[in-house]
């Protein structure tokens, strides 16, 4: 979701909610915790689609849900 986010011009993306659960389960270990994985899906993502760096994601690499319903 957040490469999704940046990828469509998104300036910034908001984690207060994963943030407070991550607070609410372990206090400041879940949040660490939380981040972390947000980051390292972050770079995955980035990873997956030959990307290096928030300006190399790029629009035309998020496809809608419909898209593949039409082909069915």
Known sequence: MLS???ALGAR???IG???LWGLAH???AGVAHVIQLLRDELLMAFQLCGCGTV???KREMVMHHERYLAKL
């Open 4 to 6: 999704q986010a940046l």
């Open 12 to 14: 910034a993306v908001f």
């Open 17 to 19: 909610r994963p943030y």
């Open 26 to 28: 372990s206090g400041e």
């Open 55 to 57: 300006s190399d994601i």
